[in-house]
């Protein structure tokens, strides 16, 4: 009886051991050349890769049904002949999705100026934090007083959370702080979100800093369009032009 | 008696008393796999020992591999259950039988095709066989493959990773690949338009059409069983929330409406109900929701903390889903009414074979993601060697 108490405890330190740790040894992969055109098929809409978004509202491939109200007000320019948005959240609402997208589609983007007031939030939070209040402030203090104005928030998410789970938390990030501009007087329709989830670190790397930096809501000012609707990136804007 | 030494024994045998507990029996009554009593060891099914002979060279990695991922150890005839005696003369020749070779399951000739698609039917004679699943090997993957951290092209190949096509050249960011009706398109989210949108695209023709193009998050789709409707996470409502619309994107409903965010919706294979992840308690948990809108609740997931990325199995039962620990992804299941959930192996985004046995997920080592397969009840796991580069959001054919 005494001979297995040894080899019994070592079975079991293997056993508790085996059980605490986990995670499979990646064998190399084989490499297979994979073809670098396809084949038989087509693509059809815009080629090449685009980074504006000028082609969207005009991109019927079928998809104009289930888009709300179709008998929307003002498509095209919504501005007034001052250049002031004279749209009411209301009004935007009722707008098509086309129409919706078209208002913020086509104006150059400024994305220094508000560099400096980016929003940065804690791990699996869309809460704006206290902190950041005074940087939303000034955000909304800029747009009141350039009524032809737009604004893009931007959410962002450190590579902790899955990929899909990061693209929803990004844009909670994003309308988060959108409601906060919100609550400082500017016109909710003059605000647009967009999510890109983990995908744009602002800092490689894995530790805790890195993570924090990544955790962010940028604010892109949208300018009015130019003629034509070119989609510039604008970073010497004067900030004393009225 | 000396004390000292009783510990040990004591631990040991609490630890070998506590193993069964830890290691839970969700797919013992899996009634895709034949349910061999003897072959249960904690409520795992051990890997069938079976050796190959007679074959070589490419047929024999192919049947190898086809056969792990069924859930078989590859052994020598000395530790073998079950003996796979073949031959590629001028075609595929294959036959199965316990190790005494006294009882023989099948001896068959494999004539049409090309070597590739007779060694995989042999594969998926053999698992028939010795698990009672139908096969899976002539279905395809559709995933998608990293050229920058915000840049990804949709890809589709043989369940193994050959064959592979190329099939955009967008230069964006594409999330939530699933494949559409009777496998005839690609339903994703792409960045292309400068803002996530869903789109539509008809593997025949290449067309692309939009389904959903609001302001804010478009992503997420998920087709219903029928192929009749879709259901999608939409921000348009101020937060990211469940919609369902018909399968061209008109007809929409909003099924939530929370402060929280929703996220990545699967449907329950009778198509009644759509499972999906969701932040309205503060922390990421599974729920589900009558497919015709109703009240959402939520699947209990006990083991593990946060519950995201859920996707139903083809017979019901179960649901798997990622879950997130300090240090990595996790691939799980828990039974389809909550329960227990049982961790399986480092991953994220699992998706269900038609066996409802097969896991294929992605698994992030380093900055490269690899594509993995997972046999449920026997736990046995092969990585997709043949797909190069960064590869993400895979994704069995319906």
Known sequence: MKNLFKPLSVLGLILAVSLMTSGCKNPKPGLTDIPTTSPRIKQAGPTGPNQGANNTAKNNNGGGLGYGDSNGIGNGSNLGGNGIDDLTDDQFAKMSADAQREYFEGRPMDREIFKAYTVYFDFDSSSVRPADAANVQHVAEYLSSHGDCALLIEGHCDERGTDEYNQALGERRAQSVKETIANAGIASHRVRTLSYGESKPAEDGTTAEAYAKNRRGEFILLLPKTEGGSLAEVNDVSLDVE | ?398
Not at chain 2, 221 to 242: Q, T, V
Not at chain 2, 258 to 277: A, L, R, V, Y
């Open chain 2, 1 to 398: 008696m000396n004390i000292s030494r009783l510990i040990p024994t004591l631990f040991a045998a609490l630890v070998l008393a506590v193993t069964p507990l830890l290691s839970l029996d969700a797919q013992a009554q899996s009634s895709s796999g034949a349910y061999d009593i003897d072959r249960n060891i904690s409520g795992t099914t051990k890997p069938y020992p079976v050796n190959i002979s007679g074959l070589s060279g490419e047929a024999l990695k192919i049947l190898q591999f086809d056969l792990e991922v069924g859930g078989c150890d590859i052994v020598s005839k000395d530790s073998a259950d079950y003996l796979v005696t073949a031959s590629n003369k001028e075609n595929i020749i294959g036959k199965l039988t316990d190790k005494t070779g006294s009882i023989r399951f099948f001896n068959r000739s494999y004539k049409n095709g090309t070597t590739h698609t007779q060694v995989h039917a042999l594969a998926a004679d053999i698992i028939k066989a010795l698990t009672g699943a139908d096969s899976i090997f002539g279905n395809k993957i559709a995933y998608c493959v990293n050229t920058a951290t915000d840049k990804n092209e949709i890809y589709i190949a043989d369940f193994d990773g050959s064959n592979p096509h190329k099939l955009t050249n967008d230069g964006s960011m594409i999330r939530g690949l699933t494949w559409g009706p009777d496998n005839e398109s690609l339903f994703f989210c792409s960045y292309r338009a400068g803002n996530p949108d869903i789109y539509r695209q008809d593997l025949r023709t290449g067309k692309r059409t939009r389904i959903a193009a609001y302001l804010g998050l478009n992503t997420s789709p998920a087709i219903s069983p029928d192929g009749k409707k879709i259901a999608m996470i939409l921000s348009k409502g101020g937060s990211p929330d469940l919609y369902v619309a018909n399968i061209d994107g008109t007809n929409l409903k909003q099924l939530t409406n929370t402060k929280g965010d929703e996220s990545s919706p699967c449907w329950s294979p009778d198509g009644t109900k759509i499972c999906f992840s969701s932040r309205q308690s503060g922390a990421s948990r599974l729920y589900v929701i009558p497919a015709g809108g109703g009240q959402m609740k939520q699947i209990k997931t006990s083991g593990v903390g946060s519950a995201t990325e859920p996707d139903w199995s083809p017979d019901g039962k179960s649901i798997a889903f990622t879950t997130t620990t300090r240090r990595s992804f996790q691939i799980c299941v828990v039974p389809s009414q909550g329960g227990v959930v049982e961790v399986l192996a480092e991953g994220a985004s699992p998706n269900w074979a038609s066996n409802s046995r097969t896991l294929i997920f992605s698994r992030k080592s380093g900055k490269k993601s690899s594509l993995v397969m997972l046999d449920v009840p026997t736990k046995k796991s092969k990585i997709i060697g043949s797909v190069t580069g960064s590869a993400t959001q895979p994704c069995w054919t319906r």
